[in-house]
């Protein structure tokens, strides 16, 4: 199914969202959108899809003009969408999910015939999800799969992908595209893939689109592009030396080699009562930087929770600098114990509050911020945070705006504003670049490698393996809740480590 | 004589559990119709109030306890469809307004009423099941009455129908998970104003039952609270019919054990024993309380439970 989409625009209020932007994905082809967060993809998308209709633009499938003015319309003409936050109701099974996905349902379900259509289905997809789990029990990389099936099942012609690869693994997400790409260029499907990685544009893209702040700026057959001409287009003229400067790695601090986080034998267990990290070990140097790999839900978020002191460990360890940690407020303070949690802003902040009040949260108990019979000094929680603010560059600089109205990318500004601005001994890191935009990608990377220069212990839990290759010194695979393999980033195997995430051999 | 007290006992509970658990049972399945599309009705002792007063109005006026039942159904879907029109509107919390039903449910029920308190509604009739039983005290505890049946029926459907329903799944869809509903275009809204409306009609039953069957008239201190204590049931039921079946058994039979201890000759701690639904009430919702777990089985829109 070929699309075109001739002069698209969108405005909210006075702010032009999109502007002026055509793109044409050719029957048969994996067509990539690339752009900073904020650049337009999102409100390009919904229009496509339906969910938020698009003010001025032709949309133009097999050149025949349509419009799509509710996500009903889309689904009949066969778009179908794949969005980077999962759109699975978790409490319902994957039958369920999948049969609901049908749309028009009769009024009394034979789930006898259901589930034989659908374990033929199955039979015949490129990957397996099993029917009758809860989708809550599914990992992310699973759930994603089954955002995928959802759309194959509805026999959708035209796919658009939002960062479908964001939470899978390297081999996960070779398999995902490969697949998606096998099945666009046998000319079943045709797809429109969200990406930042420019790896995924370069491997499984036939063509790619560049939007900036609303307009297209260059387009291209992925043949004659390279990794350095999409960062150019995506960044513009004025690309800030920080994004393309490489990280400054010092050598790691001689003497240093006492062990600052220790974790001994602990045992976390979940939500629903199941044990997700089963008897783990491991320790982290001050000057280093750990990296924590794995296919998401082996018990990285349980453990990175447990550390942060959201969740109780029900058995083992934990020791900071040789004494027992419990992650209590005063011993975080008296450890220098710091935190970037995933999902930031439900993890990290009070979203309501300001971005001043969010900056405080670490220090509104202490002086001076805290005055005399335990009165706060609101005069100085403005002036950290406009100091704070101006360091890290978050952005817009408005210390009273509720900080859930900042964009992800400033929104892990503010939070590493307020983790990184005092001496830290110990970091503790889960995802810190979910879903944010190159340039803001480059910053915080810096900003993790500078806590490790100057001394602190940091371990980093991502789903993104190329992100620990570049950051870590030394990599931990998590897999079932233990830690199944250790090794140098320098010496290290991609292929071993996707093995050892996977299944182990 | 032991043997035979214990029989006795053991019949009044049944008996007991039966008659006193009925109206729980509808409210609570009421309630989980309700919050399966992630809505909270606190409004359930409202309607319930006003549900026994129209529904012995109802057969007061027309002679006919079933037009009764009827009255009461309906006047528990309006106040029900209140609610889920209510806190369709922007930034209006469910659990607020809940309160406010239920206080508005009680004066109006009190407020139509006064006129209802001295003359006497035809009561439904109820089913022999026992009569050919030689035991009287059988007999007495298995003449149910024709609203359990109903009960149990609505029940199994429920049961059945969450699963094996186009509407069953879209309650349920609509409560686990807004996002996915909107990207399935499904009328959220829409699922969510009819099921807190057929909850309501729900409650109204209970509230029949109560004025029309158990204790049987109208009167301004008719309920005991069944409206809340279904909240804490569904709770218990973990949003499962047949759950709230069991505990409203449960419930019944625990509120059956004072009178029945007293029919045996036993009436130290009368009250005390009165007050052992809301005690057991307590002791199970400590008892299966986990800090560190979420609820399994809770509707993940839910603004209780999120």
């Known amino acids: ?505 | 004589m032991a043997e035979d007290a214990l029989t006795t006992l053991a019949i009044g509970i049944i008996g007991g559990a039966i008659r006193v658990g009925t109206p729980y049972l509808f409210v609570s399945l009421g309630e989980c119709i309700t919050e399966k599309s992630g809505r909270v009705n606190l409004g359930l002792e409202g309607i319930l109030v006003a549900g026994a007063m129209s529904a012995y109005a109802g057969a007061y006026l027309t002679q006919s306890a079933w037009t009764g039942v009827m009255c009461a159904a309906l006047v528990g879907l309006l106040l029900g469809l209140l609610h889920g029109l209510v806190c369709s509107l922007p930034r209006v919390n469910d659990i607020a307004f809940g309160i406010a039903l239920m206080l508005l449910g009680i004066g109006l029920a009190f407020f139509f009423g006064k006129p209802y308190i001295q003359p006497q509604a035809p009561q439904l009739p109820s089913l022999p099941l026992g009569a050919w039983i030689e035991d009287a005290r059988w007999r007495t505890a298995l003449a149910i009455n024709p609203l359990f049946p109903l009960g149990l029926l609505l029940t199994g459907l429920l049961h059945w129908g969450f699963r094996s329903t186009r509407i069953g799944l879209a309650l349920r869809l609509v409560g686990d998970h807004e996002g996915t509903a909107r990207a399935l275009a499904c009328p959220v809204r829409q699922v969510r104003v009819l099921a807190t409306a057929a909850g309501g009609a729900c409650a109204g039953i209970g509230g029949a039952y109560l004025s029309l069957v158990y204790p049987g008239s109208w009167s301004e201190g008719l309920s005991s609270g069944q409206g809340i204590m279904a909240v804490a049931l569904v709770i218990f039921a973990r949003w499962r019919p047949l759950g709230c079946l069991a505990a409203a058994m449960l419930f019944g039979a625990t509120g059956a054990l004072g009178p029945a201890l007293q029919a045996i000759g036993y009436s130290a701690g009368y009250h005390l024993f009165n007050a052992a639904p809301y005690a057991l009430t307590l002791a199970i919702l400590i008892a299966s309380a986990r800090p560190h777990r979420t609820l399994a089985g809770a509707p993940g829109e839910l603004s209780l439970t999120r």
């Open chain 1, 1 to 505: 199914m070929a699309l075109e989409v001739i002069g698209a625009g969108k405005s909210f209020g006075a702010f032009r969202a999109l502007d002026d932007v055509s793109l044409r994905v050719a029957p048969g082809t994996v067509h990539a959108l690339l752009g900073e967060n904020g650049a337009g993809k999102s409100t390009l998308v919904k229009g496509l899809i339906g969910y938020q209709p698009l003010d001025q633009g032709q949309l133009l499938l097999d050149q025949r003009e349509v419009e799509i003015p509710d996500p009903r319309a889309a689904q009949r003409l066969g778009i179908g969408m794949v969005y980077q936050h999962f759109t699975v109701a978790p409490g319902l099974t994957v039958a369920e999910n999948l049969l609901l996905a049908r749309g028009r349902l009769p009024l009394r379900i034979r789930w006898r015939q259901v589930q034989t259509e659908l374990a033929d289905f199955m039979a015949r997809a490129p990957f397996r999800v099993p029917l009758e789990a809860p989708v809550a029990s599914l990992g992310a990389g699973e759930k994603q799969k089954l955002e995928i099936l959802k759309q194959l099942y509805l026999r959708n012609r035209l796919l658009i992908l939002d960062e479908p690869t964001s939470v899978l693994t390297v081999q996960e997400a070779g398999e995902v595209l490969g697949l998606l790409r096998g099945m666009a260029h046998a000319g079943d499907i045709s797809v429109l893939l969200i990406t930042h990685k420019f790896s995924e544009v370069l491997d499984y893209a036939d063509a790619v689109t560049v939007l900036r702040r609303g307009r297209r700026v260059a387009g291209a057959p992925v043949e004659q592009v390279s990794a350095q001409r999409l960062a150019q287009w995506i960044m513009g003229e004025s690309a800030s030396p920080a994004v393309t400067r490489p990280l400054d790695r010092a050598p790691r601090p001689a003497g240093g080699d006492a062990p600052r986080l220790v974790v001994d034998r602990l045992t976390v267990h979940d939500d629903r009562g199941l044990a997700r990290v089963r008897a783990l070990s491991l320790a982290v140097r001050s000057g280093e930087l750990v990296g924590l790999a794995g296919i998401a839900g082996n018990g990285q978020k349980e453990l990175i929770e447990a550390l942060c002191g959201q969740r109780v460990a029900v058995g083992g360890t934990i020791r900071v600098d040789g004494m027992p940690f419990h992650a209590a407020r005063t011993q975080m303070h008296r450890h220098r114990v710091f935190a970037l949690p995933e999902e930031p802003l439900h993890k990290g902040c009070v979203g309501p509050l300001s971005v001043a009040d969010n900056l405080a949260l670490r220090n509104f108990d202490r002086p001076p911020i805290r005055r005399a019979g335990g009165r706060v000094s609101f005069a100085a929680i403005r002036a950290q945070a406009r100091r704070r603010i101006a360091a890290f560059d978050v952005r817009p600089p408005d210390p009273l705006r509720p900080i859930a109205t900042l964009s992800g990318g400033n929104v892990q500004r503010a939070v590493l504003a307020r983790e990184l601005s005092e001496p830290v001994n110990v970091l503790i890191v889960a995802n810190p670049t979910f879903g944010l935009d190159f340039r803001a990608v480059a910053d915080i990377h810096a900003r993790l490698i500078e806590a490790r220069n100057a001394g602190a212990a940091v371990l980093v839990a991502s789903d993104d393996l190329d992100e620990l290759l570049t950051l870590a010194d030394r990599l931990l695979v998590i897999r079932g809740g233990r830690i199944v393999h250790e090794t140098d980033t320098g010496a290290c195997d991609r292929a071993e480590l996707g093995r050892h995430m996977a299944d182990g051999h």
